[in-house]
Structure formats: structure tokens, C-alpha cells
Nanobody, 119 residues
């Protein structure tokens, strides 16, 4: 069983930065993809960014391109989301997730962490 444990989020002013981390524990961890998602109040959960576990292919939603960076440390079983130039519309609960196989849905999810951007 894989567990994904996320760091705390926080309150940051508009234009500020925050880094989220997500550590995987449990059985030997070698997913195909790691991703970040978010869910704002009253809205559906949406994709933010993803990275392949082997290699460094990344993909972002358009609204965060150039501001957010997803990265990983395979040795630490950790994925990060560096968020810069934060905007009020980035306020949401952020979730990390792991997809074990290519073409599969995300199999494991973190507990979620609140990010609040004040204007």
C-alpha cells in the first residue's frame, strides 16, 4: 500500500511563492506519473501539473505555465510543486497523486493541503 503525505500549505499574499511537497511511503515506489491537482470552493477538482517518474517530462495547465514548476527527487520519493507569482484564483486545496501505469487513472492521492492567496 502506498501512502502520499503532503506538506502543509499556507496563506500567502498575491505575488508570493509557496512550495508544496508530497512524500510517498509504503511498498517500493515506482509510479509512472506523479501529479498535482487542486479544488477550489464550489468547483470541481482540476489538473495542475504532472511529471513522469523516470525521465523529466512535465505538463501543466495553461493558467499555471511559467508560474508553477513540478519537480521530483526519486531518491526521496518526493514530488514538489513550486508556485510563484501566486494569484487569488490559485486559492484551493491542492492534492498530489500517483498513477502506477501508463494510461491508468491516478491510483493514490495525498490528503490535500490548503493554499490561500490573499489579494
Amino acid at each position: 500500500q502506498v501512502q502520499l503525505v503532503q506538506s502543509e500549505g499556507g496563506l500567502v499574499q498575491s505575488g508570493g511563492s509557496l512550495r508544496l511537497s508530497c512524500v510517498a511511503s509504503g511498498r517500493t515506489f515506482s509510479p509512472y506519473l506523479m501529479g498535482w491537482f487542486r479544488q477550489a470552493p464550489g468547483k470541481e477538482r482540476e489538473f495542475v501539473a504532472t511529471i513522469t517518474w523516470s525521465g523529466d517530462w512535465t505538463y501543466y495547465r495553461d493558467s499555471v505555465k511559467g508560474r508553477f514548476t513540478i519537480s521530483k527527487d526519486n531518491a526521496k520519493n518526493t514530488v514538489y510543486l513550486q508556485m510563484n507569482s501566486l494569484k487569488s484564483e490559485d486559492t484551493a486545496v491542492y492534492y498530489c497523486a500517483a498513477a502506477l501505469r501508463s494510461g491508468s487513472s491516478y491510483d493514490y492521492w495525498g490528503q490535500g493541503t490548503q493554499v490561500t492567496v490573499s489579494s
